[in-house]
Each structure stands twice: as C-alpha cells, then as structure tokens.
C-alpha cells in the first residue's frame, strides 16, 4: 500500500496546526514586543503593581462576588492600606483609557474579556455624551 | 528551577488569600433587616400625571433601562398597570369606579418565597439575607425559566442588545447585555448609600419603604393601621409589596 496518502494527510495538519504561527510569521507580528501601556495618574494601583499585573482578574472576580452576594462595597488595600470603593469604575479614575490601557494587553495576548458588554468604560460615556 | 517556579506559585497563592481577606463589612447587616414596600394607591392616583411618569421615568434613567420602539422587546423594572390585571382574585363585579380606573404601578413583589429563584439554573438569581430577590447578571444563561416561574410577569428579557436604545447613561450604574433577564432590584445600590428607592423618593409619599422587621418602622406602621392587599396571595409567594386602596 502507498504511504503518499498518510503522508499527505500529515502534511494537512500540521499545516493546519501550526497555521497560527506561520501567520504570525508572515504577518510580520512574531517577536512583537509587549505593548507599551498609557502611564496611570496617581502613584500606586490597589495592590503592588506586579501582583496586579497577574492577579488583576482574580480580585475584580472577587470583587464582583462580596459586591453582589454580600453587598460589601469597600475593599481595604492589603498593600497600601487604603479603602477603595469596589466599582468597575474606579480602575478608570487612574486608567484613564479602556483602549490605551486595557485593550492593549487584551489584544496582544489575544484575551476577550466580556465585562464591557455591560459595565461603563470612559469611552462608552464619551460616545454618550 | 522547578523548585523555585513552585515557590513563586504557592507565594502567589498565599498572597491571593491575604489580599482577598481585605474586604470591609458590609454597610447594612443583611440578616437583620426585612424590606417591605406599601404603595398608597389612592395617594398615588391623586398625583398628578407627569408627577405620576416621573416615577416609572427615574427608574429607567438611573437604572439605564433602553426604551425599544417594539413592544415585545420591552424591558421594564416598574410600569402602570390598571386594578383588574393586577389583581385578578380580588376583581368583583360591581366595583367602584374609582377602583376599577386605578392605575397601579406594578413591579417586582420581592417575594418571601420566590419561585423564581427556585428554577434558575445556575443561581443567577436568588433571595438576599435581607428579603431583596436580586440577580447577578455575570451568571444569567438566558434560560428564561424564571420568567415563566413569575406569577406576575414581573421580569423582563434582553431580546437585543439594549445599549443603543439607552437614551441617556447614568455612568453610575451599568447596562445589561442581549441575552440576561433583568428586574427591579428595590435599588439595593442606593439602601448601601442609606438612600430610599428612587420609584419610593419620586412618589411623593405615595411608596412607603423600609424594614418590616422594625415593629416600629413606618412601614409597619402604616400595615397595622390599614388595610392592605397583595398580588394573589392565594399562590403562596407571600409578596412583601403591599397596596392600600
């Protein structure tokens, strides 16, 4: 029996498989650097920058849970020790841009978080206004 | 190396904890108190019309509720309804006509046992310590069954997606998205603020709201000294919405 269909399914797949990285590569976006984000105003985030950078998700899920479960508004920076009041919103008194900030990293790594189909970002209310 | 990336991991994860464990108290202690709400219906009929619109009006601009041109993809949280439809147990021939003509603004009853919260599949919706059924949009599928479970039709459905037919954001509060069901949430956003219902703050009077577990609340009050009906108690869902006539 021939082996040239085998083989020729092999190639198939693997050019499907690796078909993201060959586009990368020819779309020239392989190696990209990670996006430079918009500097926030004030000196600190909520925790230690590093730990928000990783964890960020982590504590707007919980947020959201003591927020809607528990009814519990104010969250004390284990960090800083300051209060902030536990609102989508209160991330964009600093970030002040969703598309600067937010969808930079989003887009680079290819995340899509939903919580904008429903929560307000300072574009949205430009638009509105 | 593998060691280490360990380490870095279960730091992280002890740090997780400890941040997590930084949650203030709640401003209203939810087991003690009870919401209840009595609506004057002839109070409120005494009103006059825009006075009476500027009730149902503040709910959809402080709650970014889109107004539809269509009528089957309305979304409401609290809408006039007329005495026959919103009581049907309690309609009699022969009524008065002043009763027969009331108009009375209906909207969620915040059952004490709610079959709507019953059916949700995946706790989307649910009864608060304090008495307020409330939903978390985050886990809504768009099964619709609570919907069907209400007895009166009090919720309503995103069949599109409503952020373009918001006339006007309030930025304070978000917006839903096509596919969850959405309803009156006695605003539980402004009793943490220590603030009324906007519906109760624009009525003038005519909406009571407070704590029925305070014998000496004015809600309680005002139940003992009247007489008050309840959408068809006959069901069992012991609505904690009252209506005096």
């Given at each position: 029996m021939s082996k040239t269909p085998l083989v020729a399914v092999l190639l198939i797949f693997i050019g499907f498989f690796f078909f993201p990285y060959f586009y990368s590569v020819a779309s020239g976006q392989?190696?990209?650097p990670v996006p430079e984000l918009e500097k926030p105003k004030g000196?600190?985030?909520?925790?230690d920058a590093k730990w928000m950078e990783e964890n960020h998700m982590v504590l707007l899920k919980e947020w959201r849970d003591h927020v809607i479960r528990q009814g519990i508004r104010t969250y004390i920076s284990d960090t800083y020790g300051t209060a902030y009041n536990i609102s989508t919103y209160t991330c964009f008194e600093c970030h002040t841009s969703k598309a600067n900030f937010c969808d930079k990293c989003h887009d680079y790594t290819g995340v899509k978080p939903n919580c904008w189909d429903c929560h307000v970002y300072p574009e949205l209310l430009e638009k509105y206004r | 190396m593998t060691g280490s990336a360990i380490a870095t991991i279960t730091l992280t994860a002890s740090q997780v904890e400890r941040v997590l464990a930084a949650f203030a108290a709640p401003?209203?202690?939810?087991?003690k108190v009870r919401w209840g709400m009595v609506i004057d219906l002839k109070k409120f009929n005494e009103l006059p019309l825009a006075k009476r619109k500027r009730v149902y009006d503040v709910c959809k601009e402080i709650h970014n509720i889109p107004i539809f041109p269509t009528a089957k993809d309305r979304v409401e949280w609290i809408w006039p309804a007329d005495f026959e439809h919103t009581f049907p147990s309690q309609f009699n021939h022969f009524l008065p006509e002043e009763i027969e003509n009331l108009e009375v603004p209906v909207l969620?009853?915040?059952?004490?046992?709610?079959?709507c919260t019953k059916v949700c599949p995946t706790g989307a919706t649910w009864k608060r310590d304090d008495g307020i059924v409330t939903m978390d949009y985050h886990r809504c599928i768009g099964c619709r069954y609570c919907m069907a479970a209400c007895p009166y039709g009090m919720r309503s459905f995103?069949?599109?997606?409503p952020r373009p037919f918001i006339p006007k954001l309030n930025p304070t509060y978000h917006t839903r998205t096509k596919g969850v069901v959405e309803k009156c949430t006695f605003c539980v956003e402004r009793l943490e603020k220590g603030l009324q219902p906007a519906c109760v703050e624009a009525s003038e009077g005519s909406f009571i709201f407070g704590d029925l577990n305070n014998l000496e609340s004015e809600i309680s009050k005002i139940l003992r000294e009247h007489y008050s009906i309840r959408r068809k108690p006959e069901l069992g869902t012991e609505p904690k919405l009252y209506y005096l006539i």
């Open positions: 392989l190696g990209k000196d600190h985030c909520i925790e | 401003a209203i202690d939810q087991q969620c009853n915040h059952c004490e046992n709610p079959p995103n069949w599109r997606d």
